[in-house]
Structure formats: structure tokens, C-alpha cells
């Protein structure tokens, strides 16, 4: 099946740095991906959704200046956590639809830790 | 608003029984329904999907039942394994691929 990396897997920072994700798509292109993030014993909770060669759409709830997300792209879109503070230490996951089934591909996941 | 929820949060079952978990969900408009496994520190695995046109879907060792009428979904494994401990989640879609989580169900097989 189509696989989808992310990178890293883990990171620690420190509160008031910013932090990249990145999310590829290894052996398809994408044109849209997703961005979630789940808290401990919690569920999958959708962030935002990624558009190659445009803006990115924010959930509500979401701030968009705080997670910038480019797809910058057919295979890859970085996810940036800005200013991180420790609320926003969580487990990132990424996904890429099929574009041939409403399967998606979701990536491994990236454990931030903001200290 | 609208969400896709899990009935109980935890099952515990003896290797080789069968396991079920079940799912409500209340959107009437989703067409497409994903049961995904997660384990500790990994990211969902998709285990067996649906659409709405359909009652019933079978896989390897795993079968997805869906009831419309009562906005029902379950996923039955047969001769659960330790292998299958983990937390699985259904999920809907609500359009352009976006996906609404459930709260997760834990498996634990006891040996």
C-alpha cells in the first residue's frame, strides 16, 4: 500500500521556539493532506487540511497563525508549530487520501515535547 | 456538533474469543465509514472501511456490520490474538476525505 513518512518522530523543544513537521508522501502525490493532533488516551482530532498550491483550511478552534502549514508539493507538506508552549505537546499525525479510493495513508506520527 | 462516538471506552477478552466493538454515530449524511488500529506510539492502520450502500463487509478475521436505522457501526474480530491489542477507533467521512474520530476503544487480549 502507499506509505507515508514523517519526520521526526520525536522532538523536544523548548517554550518559545518553533518547531517543523514534515509529512511526505513516498510513492503517490498528493494534492491535499491532513493534520492531526491527539492528546494522551484522546482521540484523532482534525486540525487542518493541506492544499497544494493554496492556503491551507484551519478546523475550527485551530489557530492558523500559531500552526503553519505549507504543502509545498505534490509529495510534501511541513506542519510548524510557532511559539510552542507546553499545551501544545501532543502527537501530530499526517495523512494523504488515495486518489483513487476515499482510503487514506496516515503517517507514523511526531511526538512534540515542549518543556 | 455532529460526532462520531465509541459505546465503551475498554474490552478486555480472552485469546481466541471473539471480540466486538461497537460504534454510534449521528451524522445521517456520511456515506463512508473506516475502522483504524492504532497502537502505542504509531499512527492509525487501517483495518476494513465501508460504505453506507452496504450492511456488512468481511476481511481477514474481521467483519464491519453497519445498521443505518439506528446510525450503528461495529467491527467484530474472530479469534482475537495478542497481536490485536490496541486501540481502534471508527471514523466517518464527512466529505472531501475529512474524517471524524471516534473516542477510541481499547483492546486488551488476555492470554
Known amino acids: 500500500g502507499a506509505v507515508v513518512s514523517q519526520h521526526p518522530s520525536r522532538v523536544i523543544c523548548k517554550s518559545g521556539t518553533s518547531v517543523k513537521i514534515e509529512c511526505r508522501s513516498l510513492?503517490?502525490?498528493?494534492?491535499?493532506m491532513f493534520w492531526y493532533r491527539q492528546f494522551p488516551k484522546q482521540s484523532l482530532m482534525l486540525m487542518a487540511t493541506?492544499?497544494?498550491?493554496?492556503?491551507?483550511?484551519?478546523e475550527q478552534g485551530v489557530e492558523k497563525d500559531k500552526f503553519l502549514i505549507n504543502h509545498a508539493s505534490l509529495t510534501l507538506s511541513t506542519l510548524t508549530v510557532t511559539s510552542a508552549h507546553p499545551e501544545d505537546s501532543s502527537f501530530y499525525i499526517c495523512?494523504?487520501?488515495?486518489?483513487?479510493?476515499?482510503?487514506?495513508?496516515f503517517g507514523p506520527g511526531t511526538r512534540l515535547t515542549v518543556t | 456538533g455532529e460526532s462520531v462516538g465509541l459505546h465503551l471506552p475498554t474490552l478486555s477478552v480472552q485469546e481466541g474469543d471473539n471480540s466486538i466493538i461497537n460504534c454510534a454515530y449521528s451524522?445521517?449524511?456520511?456515506?463512508?465509514f473506516i475502522w483504524y488500529k492504532q497502537e502505542s506510539g504509531k499512527g492509525p492502520q487501517f483495518i476494513i472501511d465501508?460504505?453506507?450502500?452496504?450492511d456488512k463487509r468481511q476481511g481477514q478475521r474481521v467483519t464491519v456490520l453497519l445498521n443505518k436505522t439506528v446510525k450503528h457501526l461495529s467491527l467484530q474480530i474472530a479469534a482475537t490474538q495478542p497481536g490485536d491489542s490496541a486501540v481502534y477507533f471508527c471514523?466517518?467521512?464527512?466529505?472531501?476525505?475529512?474524517?471524524?474520530f471516534g473516542a477510541g476503544t481499547t483492546v486488551t487480549v488476555r492470554a
Open positions: 495523512s494523504a487520501p488515495s486518489s483513487r479510493t476515499y482510503e487514506q495513508y
Open positions: 510513492d503517490f502525490q498528493a494534492t491535499t
Open positions: 493541506s492544499n497544494e498550491g493554496s492556503k491551507a483550511t484551519y
Open positions: 451524522n445521517s449524511a456520511s456515506d463512508y
Open positions: 465501508i460504505r453506507s450502500n452496504m
Open positions: 471514523a466517518e467521512n464527512w466529505g472531501d476525505y475529512k474524517l471524524s
